[in-house]
T-cell receptor, first 113, second 113 residues
C-alpha cells in the first residue's frame, strides 16, 4: 500500500530563518516524489520532483528536498524563509505506470516578519 | 501559454441541483484527473481518465459523474446524490500514463446552500 504522511499540519518560522517541512512515505514500489505549493484559493504549483536520479533535488524559489530511502523520507527545506513562502505545501507520491497520485494532508507554512 | 483552465472560479448552487464544473487543457495531455479538497484532508481523487472516451472511478466517486468526449475536456458533474458537495475542486492533467508531473488548474470552489 502507498501512503504519504506530512508530520506537521502547521509550521511557523520567522522571515530569514530556515524552513523544514517533513514528509514520510510508504510504497511497495519505487516511487516518484513531488512537493507542490498552494496559495489560498489557487491551484497547486510544482516546487520540485524526485524521479530516481539525484537524491538531492533542487526546485524553484530556493527550495530543495532530499530523498532518503533508508528513512523513507522526502523533507523539504529552504535556507531562508521569505514572506511570500507562506502557503500550504503538499508532499505527493506517484507510482510508475499506475497513473495515480497520493497526497499528504498538507503543511501550512506561516512566515512571521 | 499552455495550461489548464477551470471555470467558474466560484459556483453557488441550491441543494438538490446538479452542477457541472468545466476543465479544459491545451497541453495535449492524455490523462486528466478530478480531485476534491477539504480542509485538513489533502486531495482526494474523484475520477480520472487516461484516454478519450474512457475514465475510471477514484476513491470518492459516489455522487459524481464525468465524461471525456474530447482530449482537451474533462467536465465533472456533481449530482444531487453527493451528500456533502461543498468543497474546492481541482482538475489536473499529466502527459501520459507514466509518472510525469501533474499540472493543476486554479480550482473551482463550489458552495451548495
Amino acid at each position: 500500500a502507498q501512503s504519504v504522511t506530512q508530520l506537521d499540519s502547521h509550521v511557523s518560522v520567522s522571515e530569514g530563518t530556515p524552513v523544514l517541512l517533513r514528509c514520510n512515505y510508504s510504497s511497495s514500489y519505487s516511487p516518484s516524489l513531488f512537493w507542490y505549493v498552494q496559495h489560498p484559493n489557487k491551484g497547486l504549483q510544482l516546487l520540485l520532483k524526485y524521479t530516481s536520479a539525484a537524491t538531492l533535488v533542487k526546485g524553484i524559489n530556493g527550495f530543495e528536498a532530499e530523498f532518503k530511502k533508508s528513512e523513507t523520507s522526502f523533507h523539504l527545506t529552504k535556507p531562508s524563509a521569505h514572506m511570500s513562502d507562506a502557503a500550504e505545501y503538499f508532499c505527493v507520491v506517484s507510482l510508475y505506470n499506475f497513473n495515480k497520485f497520493y497526497f499528504g494532508s498538507g503543511t501550512k507554512l506561516n512566515v512571521k516578519p | 501559454d499552455g495550461g489548464i483552465t477551470q471555470s467558474p472560479k466560484y459556483l453557488f448552487r441550491k441543494e438538490g441541483q446538479n452542477v457541472t464544473l468545466s476543465c479544459e487543457q491545451n497541453l495535449n495531455h492524455d490523462a486528466m484527473y478530478w480531485y476534491r479538497q477539504d480542509p485538513g484532508q489533502g486531495l482526494r481523487l474523484i475520477y480520472y481518465s487516461q484516454i478519450v472516451n474512457d475514465f475510471q472511478k477514484g476513491d470518492i466517486a459516489e455522487g459524481y459523474s464525468v465524461s471525456r468526449e474530447k482530449k482537451e475536456s474533462f467536465p465533472l458533474t456533481v449530482t444531487s446524490a453527493q451528500k456533502n458537495p461543498t468543497a474546492f475542486y481541482l482538475c489536473a492533467s499529466t502527459r501520459d500514463r507514466e509518472n510525469t508531473e501533474a499540472f493543476f488548474g486554479q480550482g473551482t470552489r463550489l458552495t451548495v446552500v
